[in-house]
């Protein structure tokens, strides 16, 4: 059964505080993504990985930063958060950037910055 | 930049009756759309992928692509109330950019 997995669910961090969001997939995409959800805003698209260490910008990478060390594994970082950082993050991955593939989305983390 | 629309913002249907989405885009030469439901509090679940002008069917559910009117739509054949969930369509141009996302339409499915 193909999955994408989100951790933490839930999390509520203090503004200044470094937060770190993790995605990890089972069914070795090589593309994975970043986005965010706000409303009356919809979803936006953070950042892209290719694959492994070949990452690129979204529409809206300010203040985040990404990490992709393992294919399988996708990780959303920001130093020193902002309360315009509480959304709820959505990770995807599809078999590779090119044609007509498939986003498969993990549930989301809901992140509250106080 | 691509722009997705989706109307009406809500629709209420009652179980067994059809119910049909909108959605427009701006930049007709787009060859790759989907629409996708979120279930409140969950993840985003793909219903169908449609790549051409026509029609395209998945179960219950039906996209009809009009790119000439710049409209795809998405009709729930005999809606259930577990149906009942925000209806997303998204536009994908470069796959390098990922899927542009309109901003949905709640159904809410009443017996």
């Known amino acids: 059964d193909m999955k994408v997995t989100q951790m933490p669910r839930y999390l509520i961090k203090r503004m200044g505080e470094n937060v770190l969001l993790e995605c990890g997939q089972d069914m070795s995409h090589e593309t994975m993504y970043w986005y965010r959800q706000d409303p009356g805003l919809g979803l936006q698209l953070i950042y892209i990985s290719y694959d492994v260490d070949s990452n690129s910008e979204g529409d809206i990478p300010k203040g985040y930063r990404v990490s992709r060390k393992k294919r399988e594994h996708f990780s959303l970082i920001l130093d020193s958060a902002k309360t315009n950082q509480t959304s709820v993050y959505f990770c995807?991955?599809?078999?590779?950037?090119?044609?007509?593939?498939?986003?498969?989305f993990g549930a989301g983390t809901r992140l509250s910055v106080l | 930049q691509q722009k997705v629309q989706q109307s009406p913002e809500s629709l209420t249907v009652s179980e067994g009756a059809m119910a049909s989405l909108n959605c427009t885009f701006s930049d007709g030469t787009s060859n790759n759309f989907r629409w996708y439901r979120q279930h409140s509090a969950k993840g985003l679940e793909v219903l169908v992928s449609?790549?051409?002008?026509g029609e395209k069917e998945e179960g219950r559910f039906t996209a009809h692509l009009n790119r000439a009117n710049l409209h795809v739509s998405l009709h729930i054949r005999e809606p259930q109330p577990s149906d009942s969930a925000v209806y997303l369509c998204a536009v994908c141009d470069n796959y390098a950019q990922g899927l542009t996302f309109g901003l949905g339409t709640r159904v809410s499915v009443f017996p």
């Open positions: 995807a991955s599809s078999p590779n950037w090119g044609g007509q593939n498939t986003l498969y």
């Open positions: 449609i790549f051409s002008d």
